[in-house]
Structure formats: C-alpha cells, structure tokens
C-alpha cells in the first residue's frame, strides 16, 4: 500500500482478483478495512490483497451548525449516545463517541440522500447511565421539534432502550409527527455493524405518519429487513445479536425492507386530537424483581421509600405469602402496588392460586400483559402528573397500547 494512503481517502483494492472500491479506514497486522458505498465496513485479509491505489484524497466534509439539506422530508436526529453514537475518525483511524452534530453526520453522509437532517446531540451517555431527568429532557427537546411537524429519531444505547421509549410514549401524547428510536448493536466501526441500516430505516419511518413512538431495529441477524416495533412492547432479547430486540404480547407494527420501503401491520396514525407534553416523572417508583431468599427487610425497605411499586413476580404474579400482610399494609397508607410477571410473555392472573387471591385481597393492582419496565415509567408518569387516586385508576387501563384488548393466551 502506498504510504500516502491515510483514513478516509478513497481507494481501491484489488482482492483475489475482485475490485473493491470504498473509503479506506483502517489497516492493522491482519486486516484492511474500508467502507462501500452503501456504508457497510468491508474487512479485507492483507494477506489476499494484490494491490490498493488511491482514488481520491479525503476531504473534510464542512457541516453547518445543524442542518444537511438533503432531498426527502425533513428529520430531526437526536443523539443520546451508546454504540450508536460512535464514529470513525478518519484522521486517526479511531473510533469514538460523536460530540458534535457534525461528527454524528461526517458518520453517516448516507442520510442525506434520504431526508433533510438535522441534528443534536443532547446527551452522550450509555444507556445504563440514564436518569428520569433525562426522559424528561429528551421528551422537552422532542416535542419543540415535533411541534413543528419533523420527524424525530432519537439514537440512544441498546441495554435501557425500552425504559426510554416506554417513558417517552407517556410523556407525550398524541405526537404530531413520528418519535423513533434507533440503536446498534455493533460499532460502526466493524464490519457486521447494524449501525447504518438501522440509521436510516428509523430516518425513513420518521418520514411517515405513524403516531405512536416506535423502535427500529434489525429484524434478523442478516441485513435483509427491520422491525418497527411499538415503543411500549419490545425488550432486549439478547446481550450481543443483532435482532436482539423483539415485540412481546404483540407483533413488531411494522417491517423495513432493504431499499427502506415500509410494509405496516397494525399502527397508530398521527391523529387530530391535540398533542400534549407531560414534564414530570416520579422519583419514588421502584421495580423490584421478586426472587425465592428475598428478605422482608429489603422488602419493607423498598416500600417504606417509594409510593409506587412495580413488582416483577413469578408466574401468574406472585410473590411470597409471607410478605401478604405488609403488602395490606402498605396499600392501606395508599401505596400503589402493581404486579407483572418477570416470565414477560402472557399476562399476570391473580384469581388462579391462593397466593395471587391474597395478594388481590391485599390492594395489589394486576397489570395484565403489561412490561414489568413499561409499568415502571407508566407508574412514574401517572403519579408524577396525576393524583394518586387517578393514578391507581389508569395504572391498568390501557394508555398507549401497552395493555394488549384481547389476549388468546
Ligand atoms: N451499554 C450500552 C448502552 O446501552 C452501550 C452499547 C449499546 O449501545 O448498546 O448504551
């Protein structure tokens, strides 16, 4: 290789016997990597590669503060960080976390072949890192942009994803233009990233007219599709695959096909009745997930300090008989106890067994087939915006769609 070759310029390179031309990125002992055209990393074994010749040098792209004007509707993106968030420096060849709206872009000049982007970035943490301050925040800072009818994709870390979508489909209701999150599993460094289609097929649902806040992510370990998935139904399903994210109690709303057309299954619209923010969350909710040796202590604990509890109990819903009688007296002092099932598929049935009769008897409110974290933020959300006795009364009514109508199972 020539050594006036550097990260970022464009090459191409002769690899047994095929041409491949692409921006060169990185080389080490082992591998050469450069990106295609259609922003997949190509790693390429040096020991198989005849040749590679400069095509052009790179040049830094120049970005205004915010906006790429690009060809499509426009799309505001937001950047909370996570995986997603980092990029190729190509003067270093080193991958990190985007710090400016134009790094996040220099990333990705893809999209503007798609919409007209803008862009912020707003936090850049890990999503384990999140506090419901900054729900709070990215719900504000949606809503000004949605209130001027943009698409919004909001990219954000793939472990607490479901927490942050949850809490934003509360926060704001009936949304004047699509709230999409997107994440990724891979860096966009690596080859087998899911970075870069999972961009743009939120960029392409953010242009549509869906109403309710939503997921995209890849549907299938391969690159052929995405699920669209209604931001109070999916978990993560899998610590390191690509289609780690899965709609539970429901199907996904909807699939991206590799050349980003949207086939919908059952979704909401952007409707005409009015869009409304809710800017508080409660800070004394907690989610306790019951397990067989948990003590009455650390169960009384918990209760004593907050005035919602979401309980992820086994089964059908149960937690321990012995704690029956401090759970009574909890509701009594008009604590909010709410009860999911940590095995997330099926709903919580308290009429079946004496330990769920006692637990109904005790003020315990069953979820249905709610989430036991999308009871969590709606919790947050109803106590932090409404009375208590409001609260208790639409803990189990179905808001946002979180509580499938019908169940067959
Ligand atoms: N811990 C992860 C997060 O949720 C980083 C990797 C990812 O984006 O999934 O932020």
């Known amino acids: 290789?020539?050594?006036?070759?550097?990260?970022?310029?464009?090459?191409?390179?002769?690899?047994?016997?095929?041409?491949?031309?692409?921006?060169?990125?990185?080389?080490?002992?082992?591998?050469?990597?450069?990106?295609?055209?259609?922003?997949?990393?190509?790693?390429?074994?040096?020991?198989?590669?005849?040749?590679?010749?400069?095509?052009?040098?790179?040049?830094?792209?120049?970005?205004?503060?915010?906006?790429?004007?690009?060809?499509?509707?426009?799309?505001?993106?937001?950047?909370?960080?996570g995986t997603i968030a980092s990029y190729v420096d190509y003067e270093t060849g080193a991958v990190k976390p985007a710090e400016t709206p134009q790094e996040m872009l220099h990333a990705q000049p893809d999209l503007a072949k798609i919409a007209s982007i803008g862009t912020e970035i707003i936090l850049n943490i890990l999503s384990e890192d999140m506090q419901k301050a900054d729900w709070i925040n990215i719900a504000k800072k949606v809503y000004e942009r949605i209130s001027e009818r943009d698409g919004v994709v909001i990219t954000h870390g793939?472990?607490?994803?479901?927490?942050?979508?949850?809490?934003?489909?509360?926060?704001?209701?009936?949304?004047?233009?699509?709230?999409?999150?997107?994440?990724?599993?891979?860096?966009?460094?690596?080859?087998?990233?899911?970075?870069?289609?999972?961009?743009?097929?939120?960029?392409?649902?953010?242009?549509?007219?869906?109403?309710?806040?939503?997921?995209v992510m890849h549907s299938s370990?391969?690159?052929?599709?995405?699920?669209?998935?209604?931001?109070?139904?999916?978990?993560?399903?899998?610590?390191?695959?690509?289609?780690?994210?899965?709609?539970?109690?429901?199907?996904?709303?909807?699939?991206?096909?590799?050349?980003?057309?949207?086939?919908?299954?059952?979704?909401?619209?952007?409707?005409?009745?009015?869009?409304?923010?809710?800017?508080?969350?409660?800070?004394?909710?907690?989610?306790?997930?019951?397990?067989?040796?948990?003590?009455?202590?650390?169960?009384e604990k918990f209760a004593q300090v907050n005035d919602g509890l979401i309980l992820a109990g086994t089964g059908l819903g149960h937690i321990t008989n012995r704690f029956a009688s401090r759970v009574k007296e909890y509701t009594s002092q008009g604590k909010i106890i709410g009860m999911t099932t940590q095995c997330l598929y099926g709903a919580v049935d308290l009429e079946v067994y004496t330990t769920g009769r006692n637990l109904l008897e005790a003020g315990v409110i069953p979820l249905h087939d709610m989430l036991p974290e999308v009871a969590y933020t709606k919790l947050s959300f109803l106590l932090g915006n409404f009375d208590v006795d409001t609260a208790r009364n639409l803990l189990d009514k179905n808001l946002r769609g979180e509580i499938s109508e019908r169940r067959t199972e």
Request: hydrophobic share 35%; with cysteine; charged share 30%.
């Open 221 to 299: 370990t391969s690159d052929d599709a995405l699920d669209i998935h209604s931001g109070v139904r999916l978990r993560k399903m899998h610590s390191s695959r690509r289609d780690a994210f899965k709609s539970i109690n429901s199907e996904p709303i909807g699939r991206v096909d590799r050349d980003l057309r949207i086939q919908w299954r059952k979704y909401e619209k952007i409707n005409e009745k009015p869009m409304k923010l809710y800017d508080k969350l409660s800070e004394k909710v907690g989610l306790l997930y019951f397990y067989p040796g948990l003590s009455e202590e650390l169960f």
């Open 1 to 81: 290789m020539s050594d006036t070759i550097e990260s970022g310029d464009k090459v191409e390179v002769q690899w047994k016997g095929t041409k491949f031309s692409g921006m060169f990125i990185s080389k080490d002992e082992k591998v050469t990597v450069i990106k295609l055209q259609n922003g997949y990393n190509l790693s390429l074994e040096n020991s198989s590669i005849g040749s590679i010749s400069l095509l052009s040098k790179f040049v830094q792209r120049k970005f205004s503060e915010e906006k790429v004007t690009g060809e499509g509707k426009r799309v505001f993106v937001l950047g909370t960080g």
């Open 158 to 215: 793939t472990d607490v994803l479901s927490f942050t979508s949850s809490a934003l489909s509360f926060l704001i209701e009936n949304p004047k233009a699509p709230i999409v999150f997107t994440a990724s599993q891979r860096s966009p460094d690596r080859p087998s990233s899911d970075a870069f289609f999972n961009l743009k097929g939120a960029v392409r649902v953010a242009q549509s007219d869906v109403g309710q806040v939503c997921v």
